[in-house]
């Protein structure tokens, strides 16, 4: 019988329908474009490999486009008969991922890698801040995640994938020694990697070496195509480089060539996100606000997220929604939240319902209140999801509703508190306070 490139039994008997399995799968955990085609190409080679066809689902996922991954895993199941265990144990986490509550697609990925530790393609689906343990809403979901890498470790060796994905882990954790070898180890065997790219810059980002990320970045990117997966994300990391550097020129021009609604080439969660961040965080850093870019946004959020789900892409739509000072929009969006928390479908609970008003209260200038809110949930937000990169919205947020109320004290009490490494805070009027 055939493997995967981790050793793993194929239900198939075609060399090609392999090679192309192989191939998507890198491309996956490299986070390059061409995976929904080059497991097209194993399908091609052998209509009835199941895997293909889950590869193409996670391809599809990937690209935001959950219709089609639904039917492309209705097929994988309908072919599932005489696959192995394993393969059948795949196919059947990932109907639970794209149809079950965030609880169970957890539950059923630990009963997985517990059995098949080596089966990357699913382990993929947790190994990052805003894979499956970072949209679970849990307090301590970091720590839950470097302990589940540290148990698999073995199993892995030195595989340059499981050392990025690792590494990723113990930094967001504070392991920073620890993280910088594993991704030197994965550098050193697949420099081409945009996730070991991306977790190159957290831990940059994490240990302050603010000059050594953009030169990186900037030299990385030039060999990096427009159509891979992080394309218009690590382009937002560098633009939060030079922001911090205060080239604001620079940082403004990387927004609209990559990353924003018009220049970015990513999916609707990733504009949103990354734009909507940006656009945040240049203002909080001093610079004028671009109502049309927010307007934009508000509609575009609309469109693509008429209803809640997932906290980390709540967390960016309320943004848009309070930027727009749509306090009815956003109360509407807050009951809906509530009702899905009620039938434990929002395992954030309340936190982004209050950073939602929080973000209001700001464009009110009711500082007090934004202080009063955002302070007591600072040791709340990893339940927001993402990385502590991505998460620092909110710190700095606060940190800037209290330079605009005067409070340097509390200004200077919130960054004494701040985790060790990370040593720009782009905020106006708080910067000089930190370091």
């Known amino acids: 019988m055939l493997s995967d490139p981790y050793g793993l039994p194929l239900t198939t008997a075609s060399d090609a329908a392999r090679d192309a399995h192989a191939r998507g799968l890198d491309r996956v955990l490299t986070q390059y474009d061409g995976i929904v085609e080059a497991f097209d190409e194993a399908i091609a080679a052998d209509p009835g490999f199941a895997l293909a066809h889950v590869g193409r689902a996670q391809g599809l996922l990937l690209r935001g486009e959950t219709a089609a991954a639904a039917e492309a895993l209705a097929t994988a199941e309908s072919l599932a008969g005489g696959v192995t265990a394993r393969e059948a144990s795949q196919i059947a986490f990932y109907r639970t991922l794209m149809t079950r509550p965030i609880e169970a697609a957890i539950a059923a990925l630990e009963a997985h890698v517990e059995a098949w530790p080596r089966?990357?393609?699913?382990?993929?689906?947790?190994?990052?801040?805003?894979?499956?343990?970072?949209?679970?809403?849990?307090?301590?979901?970091?720590?839950?995640?470097?302990?589940?890498?540290?148990?698999?470790?073995?199993?892995?060796g030195e595989d340059w994938w499981f050392a990025s994905a690792h590494a990723m882990a113990l930094n967001e954790t504070g392991q920073h020694a620890a993280a910088r070898s594993r991704i030197e180890v994965s550098f050193a065997r697949r420099p081409d990697s945009a996730w070991v790219a991306h977790s190159r810059a957290h831990l940059c980002y994490e240990q302050g070496e603010g000059d050594a990320a953009r030169a990186f970045l900037r030299e990385w990117l030039r060999a990096y195509p427009r159509g891979g997966v992080l394309h218009g994300h690590l382009h937002w990391h560098l633009a939060l480089g030079e922001l911090e550097a205060g080239e604001t020129e620079a940082a403004l021009a990387l927004y609209r060539a990559a990353f924003s609604l018009e220049g970015g080439s990513g999916t609707a969660r990733q504009k949103l996100q990354d734009a909507s961040s940006f656009l945040w965080r240049w203002e909080l850093a001093g610079q004028p606000r671009d109502d049309a870019a927010w307007m934009a946004l508000r509609d575009f959020a609309r469109a693509h997220f008429p209803r809640p789900g997932i906290a980390f892409a709540d967390l960016h739509v309320m943004l848009a929604e309070a930027v727009a000072g749509d306090a009815a929009a956003l109360e509407s969006r807050i009951a809906q939240m509530a009702a899905l928390a009620e039938a434990g479908r929002y395992p954030s609970g309340p936190v982004i319902p209050a950073i939602s008003r929080a973000f209001l209260a700001y464009g009110r200038r009711d500082f007090a209140s934004v202080i009063e809110t955002l302070e007591p949930l600072l040791p709340q937000s990893e339940r927001i999801g993402g990385s502590r990169a991505q998460t620092d919205l909110v710190e700095f947020t606060l940190l800037r509703a209290c330079a605009e109320a005067g409070r340097a004290e509390d200004a200077r009490r919130i960054l004494e508190a701040r985790r060790a490494g990370p040593a720009a805070v782009p905020v106006a009027g708080v910067a000089s306070h930190h370091g």
């Open 119 to 156: 089966d990357a393609m699913v382990l993929n689906t947790n190994a990052n801040p805003n894979g499956l343990l970072g949209s679970s809403g849990q307090v301590g979901q970091k720590a839950r995640l470097a302990a589940m890498m540290d148990r698999l470790a073995p199993h892995y």
